[in-house]
């Protein structure tokens, strides 16, 4: 297989983490999310360079608020809310630049 580009795996890191942090709340308990990854999407190199265009640094940068609200949230339901608005703002960036793994990014919501 060939090697995944710079932004690809940031994106594998994060979707394993959304993963986790899902599995985390389900059970009822808070996770922690201080992924330092987050930054690195905004120059990290795409496999195409026409995957990302001047709405993608907004996008991140939208992404990168919402996850800080994950760790302003003071309780599970808090957090849960904060969670469901970062899988939205996946898949707000999603829908511009890279549909594919958009049903994939759709399984995280915390119901
Ligand atoms: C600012 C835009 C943006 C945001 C926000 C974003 N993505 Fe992505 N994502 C992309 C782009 C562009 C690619 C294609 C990268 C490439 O192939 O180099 C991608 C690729 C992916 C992939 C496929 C990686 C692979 O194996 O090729 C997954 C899965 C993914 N993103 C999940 C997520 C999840 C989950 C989130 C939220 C936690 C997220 N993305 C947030 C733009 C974004």
Avoid: W
Avoid at 24 to 42: C, D
Avoid at 50 to 58: I, T
């Amino acid at each position: 297989m060939d090697q995944p580009s710079e932004l690809a795996s940031i994106m594998r890191v994060l979707h394993d983490e959304a993963t986790e942090r899902k599995g985390t709340l389900e059970a009822g308990e808070m996770a922690v999310a201080n992924s330092q990854l987050i930054f690195k999407m905004i120059t990290a190199k795409p496999t195409e360079p026409h995957m990302v265009g001047p709405a993608f640094e907004p996008h991140a940068q939208a992404f990168i608020a919402s996850y800080g609200q994950l760790n302003v949230a003071e309780d599970i339901q808090g957090q849960i809310e904060a969670h469901n608005n970062l899988v939205k703002s996946c898949v707000a960036c999603h829908m511009n630049f890279c549909q594919g793994p958009i049903p994939r990014i759709e399984k995280l919501y915390v119901q």
